[in-house]
Protein backbone atom coordinates (compact mmCIF):
# COMPACT_ATOMS: atom_id res chain seq x y z
CA UNK A 1 0.00 0.00 0.00
CA UNK A 2 1.66 3.41 -0.92
CA UNK A 3 0.39 6.61 1.16
CA UNK A 4 1.40 10.32 0.33
CA UNK A 5 3.67 12.50 1.97
CA UNK A 6 2.13 15.09 4.00
CA UNK A 7 4.88 17.34 5.58
CA UNK A 8 2.69 18.88 8.05
CA UNK A 9 1.80 14.98 9.92
CA UNK A 10 4.39 12.79 11.01
CA UNK A 11 5.46 9.78 8.81
CA UNK A 12 5.99 6.37 11.09
CA UNK A 13 8.43 5.14 7.50
CA UNK A 14 10.06 7.89 7.23
CA UNK A 15 11.16 7.95 10.62
CA UNK A 16 11.32 4.43 10.95
CA UNK A 17 14.15 4.18 8.32
CA UNK A 18 15.91 7.49 9.77
CA UNK A 19 16.47 5.51 12.58
CA UNK A 20 18.13 2.53 10.76
CA UNK A 21 21.62 2.06 12.47
CA UNK A 22 23.56 2.64 8.60
CA UNK A 23 21.92 3.64 6.35
CA UNK A 24 21.69 4.15 2.56
CA UNK A 25 19.86 7.31 1.03
CA UNK A 26 20.32 6.31 -3.14
CA UNK A 27 18.35 9.14 -5.43
CA UNK A 28 17.91 8.71 -8.84
CA UNK A 29 18.52 12.06 -10.31
CA UNK A 30 16.68 13.20 -13.44
CA UNK A 31 12.67 14.09 -11.88
CA UNK A 32 13.89 13.24 -8.56
CA UNK A 33 16.94 15.51 -7.35
CA UNK A 34 16.55 17.65 -9.96
CA UNK A 35 13.58 18.90 -12.40
CA UNK A 36 12.75 17.27 -15.86
CA UNK A 37 14.14 19.43 -18.47
CA UNK A 38 13.80 19.69 -22.29
CA UNK A 39 18.01 19.63 -22.63
CA UNK A 40 19.12 16.42 -20.43
CA UNK A 41 22.29 17.99 -19.65
CA UNK A 42 21.16 21.01 -18.09
CA UNK A 43 19.79 19.04 -15.62
CA UNK A 44 20.83 20.32 -12.26
CA UNK A 45 20.01 19.13 -8.42
CA UNK A 46 17.37 21.89 -6.87
CA UNK A 47 19.15 24.04 -4.54
CA UNK A 48 16.93 22.03 -1.26
CA UNK A 49 17.92 18.61 -2.65
CA UNK A 50 21.22 19.73 -2.52
CA UNK A 51 21.28 21.24 0.57
CA UNK A 52 19.25 18.34 2.32
CA UNK A 53 22.38 15.71 0.66
CA UNK A 54 25.06 18.03 1.79
CA UNK A 55 23.25 17.36 5.55
CA UNK A 56 23.25 13.58 5.21
CA UNK A 57 26.26 13.42 4.13
CA UNK A 58 28.13 14.99 7.27
CA UNK A 59 26.10 12.22 9.60
CA UNK A 60 27.72 9.28 10.91
CA UNK A 61 26.83 5.84 9.55
CA UNK A 62 24.98 7.38 6.58
CA UNK A 63 25.53 7.42 2.74
CA UNK A 64 23.92 9.23 0.02
CA UNK A 65 24.15 7.87 -3.59
CA UNK A 66 22.41 8.66 -6.87
CA UNK A 67 21.63 5.93 -8.76
CA UNK A 68 21.02 6.59 -12.58
CA UNK A 69 20.71 5.22 -16.23
CA UNK A 70 23.19 7.92 -17.44
CA UNK A 71 26.69 7.56 -18.09
CA UNK A 72 28.57 8.06 -15.29
CA UNK A 73 30.79 10.67 -17.04
CA UNK A 74 27.69 12.96 -17.83
CA UNK A 75 26.07 12.11 -14.36
CA UNK A 76 29.09 13.58 -12.99
CA UNK A 77 28.15 16.69 -15.09
CA UNK A 78 25.16 16.75 -14.15
CA UNK A 79 25.62 16.28 -10.42
CA UNK A 80 28.25 18.70 -10.30
CA UNK A 81 30.21 16.00 -8.38
CA UNK A 82 33.90 16.76 -7.59
CA UNK A 83 36.76 14.24 -7.13
CA UNK A 84 36.90 14.80 -3.26
CA UNK A 85 32.89 14.42 -3.11
CA UNK A 86 31.75 12.09 -0.81
CA UNK A 87 28.54 10.96 -2.63
CA UNK A 88 28.59 7.45 -4.40
CA UNK A 89 27.61 7.44 -7.93
CA UNK A 90 25.92 4.48 -9.96
CA UNK A 91 25.50 5.09 -13.85
CA UNK A 92 24.53 3.34 -17.06
CA UNK A 93 21.57 1.10 -14.61
CA UNK A 94 24.11 -0.38 -12.56
CA UNK A 95 26.96 -1.26 -14.68
CA UNK A 96 29.33 1.78 -13.56
CA UNK A 97 30.17 3.00 -10.09
CA UNK A 98 32.29 5.83 -8.50
CA UNK A 99 33.10 5.80 -4.81
CA UNK A 100 34.78 8.26 -2.42
CA UNK A 101 38.31 8.03 -2.42
CA UNK A 102 38.48 5.37 -5.15
CA UNK A 103 37.40 6.95 -8.33
CA UNK A 104 36.01 4.71 -10.91
CA UNK A 105 34.41 1.21 -11.28
CA UNK A 106 33.23 -0.70 -13.61
CA UNK A 107 33.59 -2.91 -16.07
CA UNK A 108 33.97 -1.85 -20.21
CA UNK A 109 32.02 -3.32 -22.95
CA UNK A 110 33.85 -5.34 -25.77
CA UNK A 111 35.52 -4.12 -28.67
CA UNK A 112 32.45 -5.60 -30.50
CA UNK A 113 29.80 -3.86 -29.07
CA UNK A 114 31.53 -0.52 -28.79
CA UNK A 115 32.00 -0.61 -32.68
CA UNK A 116 28.12 -1.73 -32.79
CA UNK A 117 27.07 0.92 -30.71
CA UNK A 118 29.63 3.65 -33.12
CA UNK A 119 27.90 1.97 -36.22
CA UNK A 120 24.46 2.35 -34.71
CA UNK A 121 25.05 5.77 -34.09
CA UNK A 122 26.08 6.56 -37.43
CA UNK A 123 22.73 5.08 -38.82
CA UNK A 124 20.98 6.65 -36.60
CA UNK A 125 22.47 10.15 -36.25
CA UNK A 126 20.86 11.24 -40.29
CA UNK A 127 17.54 9.20 -39.74
CA UNK A 128 16.84 11.14 -35.92
CA UNK A 129 17.41 14.27 -38.31
CA UNK A 130 14.22 13.82 -39.90
CA UNK A 131 12.03 14.25 -36.68
CA UNK A 132 12.36 17.88 -35.03
CA UNK A 133 13.10 18.04 -31.31
CA UNK A 134 13.95 14.46 -30.88
CA UNK A 135 17.91 13.68 -30.24
CA UNK A 136 20.23 11.14 -29.37
CA UNK A 137 22.73 9.96 -26.60
CA UNK A 138 25.79 8.35 -26.48
CA UNK A 139 25.77 6.52 -23.71
CA UNK A 140 28.48 4.14 -22.41
CA UNK A 141 26.96 1.11 -22.89
CA UNK A 142 24.32 2.31 -25.25
CA UNK A 143 22.14 4.79 -27.45
CA UNK A 144 19.59 7.15 -25.85
CA UNK A 145 16.87 8.85 -28.09
CA UNK A 146 15.16 11.74 -26.00
CA UNK A 147 11.90 13.03 -27.23
CA UNK A 148 10.88 15.43 -24.79
CA UNK A 149 11.58 18.40 -26.75
CA UNK A 150 9.51 16.84 -29.75
CA UNK A 151 5.66 16.47 -30.53
CA UNK A 152 4.14 12.89 -29.16
CA UNK A 153 3.27 12.21 -32.98
CA UNK A 154 6.93 12.62 -33.75
CA UNK A 155 7.96 11.29 -30.66
CA UNK A 156 6.49 8.25 -31.32
CA UNK A 157 7.35 8.22 -34.88
CA UNK A 158 10.99 8.21 -34.40
CA UNK A 159 10.88 5.49 -31.32
CA UNK A 160 9.17 3.59 -34.02
CA UNK A 161 12.11 4.13 -36.97
CA UNK A 162 14.46 3.47 -34.16
CA UNK A 163 13.29 0.14 -33.12
CA UNK A 164 13.27 -0.83 -36.56
CA UNK A 165 16.74 -0.46 -36.72
CA UNK A 166 17.41 -2.20 -33.61
CA UNK A 167 15.71 -5.07 -34.58
CA UNK A 168 17.57 -5.51 -37.34
CA UNK A 169 20.91 -4.80 -36.10
CA UNK A 170 21.03 -4.92 -32.22
CA UNK A 171 18.21 -7.29 -31.20
CA UNK A 172 19.97 -9.16 -28.40
CA UNK A 173 19.98 -5.29 -26.81
CA UNK A 174 18.38 -4.41 -23.74
CA UNK A 175 15.01 -2.23 -24.72
CA UNK A 176 14.07 0.44 -22.00
CA UNK A 177 11.70 2.85 -21.82
CA UNK A 178 10.95 5.85 -19.58
CA UNK A 179 9.67 9.23 -19.40
CA UNK A 180 9.89 10.51 -23.28
CA UNK A 181 13.01 8.23 -23.43
CA UNK A 182 13.67 5.26 -25.64
CA UNK A 183 17.07 3.29 -24.68
CA UNK A 184 18.86 1.03 -25.80
CA UNK A 185 21.71 -0.90 -24.02
CA UNK A 186 24.57 -3.60 -24.09
CA UNK A 187 24.62 -4.08 -21.15
CA UNK A 188 21.56 -6.04 -18.22
CA UNK A 189 21.95 -4.27 -15.37
CA UNK A 190 19.70 -2.75 -13.66
CA UNK A 191 18.86 -0.24 -11.15
CA UNK A 192 18.10 -3.70 -8.70
CA UNK A 193 21.56 -4.08 -9.63
CA UNK A 194 22.82 -1.38 -7.94
CA UNK A 195 20.98 -1.28 -5.25
CA UNK A 196 22.36 -4.95 -4.50
CA UNK A 197 25.47 -3.83 -4.81
CA UNK A 198 25.32 -0.76 -2.77
CA UNK A 199 23.51 -2.47 -0.10
CA UNK A 200 26.64 -5.11 0.23
CA UNK A 201 29.20 -2.41 -0.47
CA UNK A 202 27.86 0.11 2.40
CA UNK A 203 26.35 -2.84 4.77
CA UNK A 204 23.33 -1.04 4.77
CA UNK A 205 20.65 -1.80 7.79
CA UNK A 206 17.76 0.21 5.89
CA UNK A 207 17.56 2.09 1.57
CA UNK A 208 15.73 4.90 1.00
CA UNK A 209 15.41 4.51 -2.60
CA UNK A 210 13.77 7.28 -4.48
CA UNK A 211 12.85 7.74 -8.35
CA UNK A 212 10.00 8.75 -10.90
CA UNK A 213 10.81 6.60 -13.77
CA UNK A 214 10.12 2.99 -15.08
CA UNK A 215 13.40 2.18 -14.70
CA UNK A 216 13.08 2.79 -10.96
CA UNK A 217 10.56 0.36 -10.29
CA UNK A 218 13.70 -2.55 -10.70
CA UNK A 219 15.06 -1.16 -7.64
CA UNK A 220 11.91 -0.47 -5.74
CA UNK A 221 10.98 -4.26 -6.44
CA UNK A 222 14.06 -5.57 -4.61
CA UNK A 223 13.74 -3.57 -1.03
CA UNK A 224 13.04 -5.33 1.64
CA UNK A 225 11.16 -4.40 4.84
CA UNK A 226 13.42 -2.50 6.89
CA UNK A 227 14.45 -0.13 3.85
CA UNK A 228 11.93 2.71 1.95
CA UNK A 229 11.15 2.94 -1.56
CA UNK A 230 9.57 6.72 -2.52
CA UNK A 231 7.99 7.28 -5.94
CA UNK A 232 7.98 10.92 -7.28
CA UNK A 233 4.86 11.85 -9.31
CA UNK A 234 2.41 9.57 -10.62
CA UNK A 235 2.17 6.07 -12.21
CA UNK A 236 1.97 2.85 -10.61
CA UNK A 237 4.86 1.62 -7.97
CA UNK A 238 6.07 -0.72 -5.57
CA UNK A 239 7.55 2.16 -3.21
CA UNK A 240 5.40 2.87 0.41
CA UNK A 241 5.95 6.62 -0.44
CA UNK A 242 4.23 9.05 -3.02
CA UNK A 243 5.61 12.43 -3.04
CA UNK A 244 4.61 15.36 -6.27
CA UNK A 245 8.31 16.67 -6.59
CA UNK A 246 11.92 16.79 -5.81
CA UNK A 247 11.07 19.84 -3.49
CA UNK A 248 9.11 17.09 -1.91
CA UNK A 249 12.01 14.61 -2.13
CA UNK A 250 13.77 17.64 -0.10
CA UNK A 251 11.42 17.74 2.76
CA UNK A 252 11.87 13.91 3.23
CA UNK A 253 15.10 13.95 3.33
CA UNK A 254 14.97 16.77 5.72
CA UNK A 255 13.27 14.63 8.15
CA UNK A 256 15.66 12.30 8.23
CA UNK A 257 18.68 14.21 8.58
CA UNK A 258 17.26 16.21 11.74
CA UNK A 259 16.12 12.63 12.93
CA UNK A 260 19.47 11.21 12.62
CA UNK A 261 21.31 14.25 14.08
CA UNK A 262 19.51 13.80 17.58
CA UNK A 263 19.62 9.92 17.77
CA UNK A 264 21.88 8.70 20.52
CA UNK A 265 25.63 7.73 19.78
Same mark, same amino acid.
Given at each position: MTHTWDHAAPDDAVERIARTPRLLVALDFDGTASELVDDPMSARAVPAVRAA?? $????????????? &?? %???????????????????? &???HGAQFWYPGEGEAGSEDGESERELRDAMLDELTPLIAEYPGVE?? $?????? *???? %???????????????????? $? %?????? %??? *??????? /????????? /????? !?? !? #???? =????? *???? #?????? !???????? =?? !??????????LRVESPQQIAEVLDVIASVRSTRPE
Open positions: IE $RLSELADTTVAFV &SG %RSLVHLREIAEHADDSPIVL &SGSLE $RKTFGI *GVHG %RPASAEVEKAAFTAVDEVFA $R %RAAHWR %RRT *GDRILEY /ASRDEGKDT /AISVL !RE !R #TAAT =GILFA *GDDV #TDEDAM !RVLGADDL =GV !RVGPGQTAAA
